[in-house]
């Protein structure tokens, strides 16, 4: 089965600054990649789904980007946080349409 | 607007007594469900997921799909304090596309000693 590494597991960072955050997976080949946040007291929030390299589709527009340079790599970006970015990042991961997306452990960012 | 609704709870069951987690779906396009368990702090973790009509059952766990009511619940047997935790329900959208899950906000559930 397939794991999934997320870092930093927290991460403080000033109004205005750059953010990247990293997902790898093992275990797997050619897996569908998505970025979710989480925000305290509210739902899943898809962010960015990716089905191969280089391939990503955007569902909230916003000051984030993703981009997918290896197979099992996805990474989460931005420019210039903003206090609204606050929240529970979470990578997941299938590998067929329909089957059950699975979990990295998550990114808690809080912005100051 | 596809929507997955759950009761907020919280949803307290003494130990040992069945939890009964329910979900509600707007999308009658929707194919395949899902129950996952999030700790506090923690990121969401797979219980079940289930396709078709009628009951799915693994150990203590029983998911239960009425797609004519479009109804879909989870039934915790012989509940432990180690079950309490927030329970999220999804469906798929999109003529059953995995990739945009439509999530509900999840049930507390507490399991009292």
């Known amino acids: 089965s397939q794991t999934i590494h997320q870092w930093p597991a927290t991460l403080v960072q000033p109004v205005g600054s750059p953010l990247s955050l990293e997902c790898t997976v093992e275990?797997?080949?050619?897996?569908?990649l998505y970025w979710y946040r989480q925000a305290a007291g509210r739902g899943l929030q898809l962010l960015f789904y990716?089905?191969?390299?280089?391939?990503i589709s955007s569902e909230v527009p916003q000051n984030l980007s993703a981009s997918r340079p290896q197979d099992r790599q996805f990474i989460l970006s931005s420019k210039k946080l903003l206090l609204s970015d606050s929240g529970f990042y979470l990578c997941?991961?299938?590998?067929?349409?329909?089957?059950?997306?699975?979990f990295g452990d998550g990114t808690r960012l809080s912005i100051l | 607007q596809k929507e997955v609704e759950q009761n907020s709870g919280p949803l307290s069951v003494p130990e040992g007594a069945i939890a009964s987690l329910n979900c509600t779906y707007s999308?009658?396009?929707?194919?395949?469900f899902f129950w996952y368990r999030q700790y506090s702090g923690k990121s969401p973790e797979l219980i079940m997921f289930?396709?078709s009509n009628g009951d799915k059952e693994d150990g203590r766990f029983t998911a239960q799909l009425n797609k004519a009511s479009q109804y879909v619940s989870l039934l915790i047997r012989d509940s432990q304090p180690s079950d309490s935790a927030t329970y999220l329900c999804?469906?798929?959208?999109?003529?059953?596309?995995?990739?945009?899950?439509?999530w509900g906000l999840g049930t507390s559930l507490a399991v009292n000693p």
């Open positions: 275990g797997t080949s050619n897996p569908n």
């Open positions: 999804a469906a798929t959208g999109d003529a059953g596309n995995n990739r945009k899950l439509i």
């Open positions: 990716s089905v191969g390299i280089g391939q």
């Open positions: 999308d009658r396009g929707s194919q395949s």
């Open positions: 997941a991961c299938d590998r067929v349409d329909n089957q059950p997306q699975h």
């Open positions: 289930i396709y």
